[in-house]
Each structure stands twice: as C-alpha cells, then as structure tokens.
C-alpha cells in the first residue's frame, strides 16, 4: 500500500511538471509570433484593406435568444464596424422576452417573404425573415423556433450571402476595426486560410462608450482578477501559440471567421456537442486532412490582436455551470473524433494537439483532485516525506504561478493594455488566488462535466445575472437553448 501511494505521487508531480513545462513551452511559442507581428504592425495595412474592392465581403452572424436589453445596441454596434462589404444577419432563436420587436421598432423592419436555403441542416422551422424597410442598412433578421445555438448558426449560414462567416454572440463588444484584423490573414493568404479566430478579452471593470471598451482595466473582485490571469495563459497565449505550431483546435464562439464553402462542406455546426464552436474547428482539421492531398496545405490562424470583449461569470455558481460546460463540450468532442487521436494520418492535429488535450485539458481536473487526495494521504500514512509535499507543491503550484506571471509580463510587453500599476498588482493578485483556491474549485466542475457528457446528461445552460456595459443588471435566460 505504502510502495502503491509513493508511486501514484510521484506519478502526480510528473504530470504537473509535464504540464506546466507545457504551457509554458506554448507561450514561448506565442512570445515570438508576437514580436513578429509587432514588427509587422505599422504594415498592417487596415486602412488599405477598408478601402479595396477586393477585401473580401463577410456575413456576420450573431445568434439571439432573450437579448431584449441589449440586442438593439449590440446590433448598431455591429452596424458601424469598419469593414467595406459586410451584413448582419440575426437570427432570433425564438426568444420570449420581445428580442424581435425591440429589433422592429429600433431598426424599421418589415416582414419578407422567404426561401431558407439548406446548404447545412437545420432543425428549427423558421418562421419569419425580417428587412429594414429604407435605406441600405445591411441587416436581416430570422425568427426561427427554438432548436439551440448551433441550430441558430446553422440557419444564419443558410441566409449567408457572403463567402466569409463571422460568428459572433449578441453580448459581445467589437473593436471598430474587428472584421479588419480577423480578416487579414484571408487577404494575406487566401487559397489556404479556412478560419481565424480573435482574441476574447474580459469587458469586466473596463470603461465602455458607445459599444466600444475605451480603456481596459482589471476587475476589481477576485474571480474576475483570477478569471483574466486564466484568459492570458490558457486562452490567449495558449492558443497563440498553437496556431504558431499549426496546431489550433479552438476558436471561440464569441468571435471566429470562417470560409463559408469550408463551413458547409462539414455540415455546418453540430447542434447535439455543446462545444460546437471547437466542433466545428477539430471537424475542419479532421476533413482538410481526409479529403486528399491536394487540400492538406491548408492555415487556421489565430489573431492575437485584443479584438472582442465579453463579460466573464461574476458569481462562483455561474463560472460552476460555465467550466462544467466547456469541460463536457471537450469531452464531447473528443469522444466524437477519438479516431484522430495519436492518428499520424492527421499529423501534428492527431499525434500533438488532440494528445496534448487529453492529457493535459480532459484529464487534467482528474489528476488535480487525485493529487489533492493522494499526496496529503501519503504524507500521513508515511509512504512520503515532507520533503516530497514540498516537491509536490512547488511543481503543481509554485510553477504554475511561474508560468501564469510570465504569461501577464508577455501580454504586457506586446500590447501594455493596462496603463495603472493597480490593473498589474491586481493581475499578480489574480495569479495567486488561480492556484490556491480556484483552480480547486474548477476541477471538480470541470470534473462534472466529464460525467456528464459520459453519462449523456440533459444539456443546459442556466441563466447568468449581467451587470451589462453601463446599463443595469439583467438576467440573461437559458435552458436547454443556449
């Protein structure tokens, strides 16, 4: 029992070292695509690209469900991005709180008759389609019966009219020049770019006006500290750098943009995985790779420029359903496309990335909460020293800190979004209070959601109080819709 303990231990502080040394590998990746592309910054070229007719035209589609509050703001925001060709395509996904009306009345919509297309499968009948009634103001609203958010995607891909796809939520804020940035690189390279996706930046304590995040700060409550500190590391960072290695499984479904002929080729999203968002990415990978030589030189970029911004969980019960989500919706996926795993067929996707994820993003809240049990047990029944629980503690932890001050001094360095040493010392806050106390807390959600996609669960998505962008608190609705 005492040899069994010792060597289960031991296996958990190789891990975390093994996991540790891994992101921080991804962010030394992500640190020289960023030098990079800061040297390339003063060529970008925004204002060329917004004023060519060969900038290619984009379809953004923003799915609604119970948005009344904020949905004709988010819209008129939308509207006055700075892009050449573009549309806004809504598709309320039959919301009960009057989301369309406030649309009608703010907008000027009449009622058209309609012919949905069926280039993907849709599940929900759509029931009404909706145009300005003057002027040339580029919107289409759909009113569809419920059926889910990757249902309301689907049909907003139908009614498409554009070969790019932008996929927004309605709760998000755009900077102006959004659709410039994430579409750089289909102008830049476009016989192999599929999909880009933007960086997801946390609007909570930042000064918004006009639809616009005007001057970003820290959060001044812990879980939003601890949650932007996580953003850095794991979302923006992690993902630079997988996209620097070819190796990009996830774009966020709060801002992507895609090829419109890749997306429909695939089937559009899966409305049965609730991570349709890196759904849809891992199938791009799985049938770019299938489909033959000739279409395997193919890029999915990610945009490090900070480009959109959403309101993270201010409240422990809703990060709870959050984390549990997105840990299913992982789970869900590589259930689905286990046959990629340790594939060579597929290359770095099948033999580094999906591994990486098993190991290290589905696995990782097991070994947590076994590591947690077995390393303290250890030490009392004797099968380890002290010496060993300090070991213990400064590659799970310590290291992590490490790897999460370095991520906040990368971010820093190539943008200085943070202009107060208060935002920094609140970062650095963030950063202790991540692995004493949430990181515990988000492997056992993250932990439920392993069970609840093995055992097949209802999907829900609860609701989530907003305190909104200057505007009053709201409770956002949700169920088995969103």
């Known amino acids: 029992m005492h040899g069994l303990v010792a060597l289960c231990d031991t296996a958990v502080i190789i891990y975390f070292l093994a996991i540790n040394s891994g992101y921080l590998v991804l962010i030394l990746f992500a640190l020289a695509e960023l030098v990079r592309r800061l040297r390339r910054a003063p060529f970008a070229g925004y204002e060329d ?44 996904d039959g919301s009960t709180d009057g989301s369309l009306e406030a649309l009608a009345d703010a907008f000027d919509l009449a009622e ?15 029931t009404s389609l909706h145009l300005p009634r003057g002027g040339p103001v580029p919107l289409v609203v759909a009113r569809k019966d419920n059926g889910g958010k990757a249902d309301a995607l689907n049909v907003g891909i139908n009614l498409a ?20 940035a994430v579409a750089k690189p289909f102008s830049d390279d476009p016989l192999r ?20 995040v ?50 429909v080729a695939v089937g559009g ?36 420029e900070p480009i959109s911004w959403s309101e993270a969980p201010a409240r422990l019960r809703v990060l709870g359903r959050q984390r549990r989500r997105w840990q299913r919706g992982l789970t869900e996926i590589l259930l689905k496309h286990r046959r990629m795993i340790g594939n060579p067929r597929y290359r770095r996707i099948g033999l ?16 947590e909460l076994a590591g947690l049990v077995l390393v303290p ?17 400064l590659a799970a932890y310590a290291y992590a800190m490490v790897v999460s001050l370095v991520s906040v001094a990368v971010e820093e360095y190539a943008y200085h979004r943070f202009s107060r040493w208060r935002d920094l010392w609140g970062a650095v806050v963030g950063v202790v209070v991540e692995n004493i106390g949430y990181r515990q807390f988000t492997a056992w959600w993250r932990l439920r959601g392993i069970w609840d996609a093995l055992h097949r669960s209802p999907q829900e998505w609860g609701s989530m109080k907003r305190s909104g962008f200057g505007a009053p608190e709201q409770v956002r609705e949700g169920g088995e819709r969103h």
């Open 269 to 304: 999203m899966d409305p049965d995985c609730i991570g349709e968002d890196a759904e849809l990415v891992v199938h791009l990978h799985r049938q770019l790779r299938e489909r033959g030589r000739r279409h395997r030189d193919y890029r999915i970029v990610f945009v490090t």
């Open 352 to 367: 580094v990335a999906l591994p990486f994820y098993v190991l290290f993003e589905l696995l990782a809240p097991v070994v």
């Open 214 to 263: 005007v001057e970003a700060h820290i959060p001044g409550d812990l879980l939003g500290r601890t949650q932007v500190v996580e953003y850095l590391r794991a979302f923006f960072l992690g993902r630079t750098g997988w996209s620097k290695v070819g190796g990009l499984l996830i774009i966020a479904g709060a801002f992507g943009l895609f090829r419109r002929d890749a997306v």
């Open 161 to 180: 009219r554009y070969p790019l796809l932008c996929m927004v939520d309605a709760d998000c804020i755009l900077d102006s020049q959004a659709l410039l």
């Open 49 to 92: 690209a917004a004023g060519s007719p060969f900038t290619p035209p984009i379809s953004v589609i923003m799915p609604a469900y119970n948005e009344a509050a904020g949905i004709t703001e988010a819209v008129r925001a939308m509207l006055l991005l700075h892009y050449p060709v573009f549309e806004v395509v809504v598709v309320d």
């Open 193 to 212: 770019v599929v999909a880009t996706g933007g960086v997801v930046g946390i609007a909570n304590g930042c000064t918004v006006e006009a639809g616009r």
């Open 112 to 126: 058209v008759d309609h012919v949905v297309p069926e280039d993907v499968p849709m599940r929900g009948r759509v």
């Open 377 to 393: 047990l250890g030490v009392l029944i004797g099968a380890v020293d002290a010496d060993f629980l300090w070991r213990f503690l």
